[in-house]
């Protein structure tokens, strides 16, 4: 009878950290899933240059996909490992073509930008340590209305920055 008891009593323990576990699994996927179905942001094709020899800067290039029915504002971006990274886009202006900061990007409901050379795209300064081709960081956007997504950028030579990198991030599957 006795061991029948610490059977029961052993089984209900393992069961009670068993669905614990799972609901704290389950939760975290929940708000995971929150998180995104509110901001509805998808980012693609993520990649930041790694620095040439004596240059202060470098580039990131990505498409961001807008899957909400609101507009949405891009209002800063963040790479790991990078003390500064801007907006920047290319313009055309009495014949010359500039590169100028951006503070606020628009990004249409259901539309994408694509952030790639001669267009929009980011400015990553004040390295805190190298970039490494083949290396990933942590690339977050921010948006005007609180929300922020992210996602891992590849770290690519400046050779490979102009090749698609085939890998989206942030899709929610059950």
């Known amino acids: 009878m006795f061991a029948k008891f610490i059977a029961l009593a052993s089984g209900l323990v393992v069961s009670t950290f068993a669905l614990s576990h799972q609901h704290n699994e389950h939760s975290a996927h929940e708000s995971s899933a929150h998180i995104q ?16 020899p004596a240059s202060r800067s470098t580039a990131a290039y990505f498409t961001l996909n807008n899957q909400s029915h609101k507009d949405l504002e891009l209002v800063k971006a963040t790479i790991k490992g990078l003390g500064r990274v801007e ?40 390295p805190e340590y ?45």
Request: aromatic letters at 6%; charged letters at 20%; zero cysteines.
């Open 87 to 126: 907006i920047h886009e290319h313009v055309h202006h009495n014949g010359m073509m500039k590169m100028q900061q951006v503070n606020k990007l628009t990004v249409a409901a259901n539309e994408q930008v694509i952030f790639q050379p001669g267009g929009y795209h980011l400015m990553a300064f004040d």
């Open 130 to 174: 190298a970039l490494k081709p083949g290396e990933k960081r942590k690339l977050t956007l921010h948006f005007a209305n609180g929300s922020h997504v992210f996602t891992m950028i590849d770290v690519v030579s400046l050779k490979d920055s102009f090749k698609k990198v085939e890998k989206a991030h942030h899709h929610h599957e059950d």
């Open 37 to 52: 179905n509110n901001v509805n942001i998808v980012i693609s094709d993520a990649k930041v240059r790694a620095f040439l």
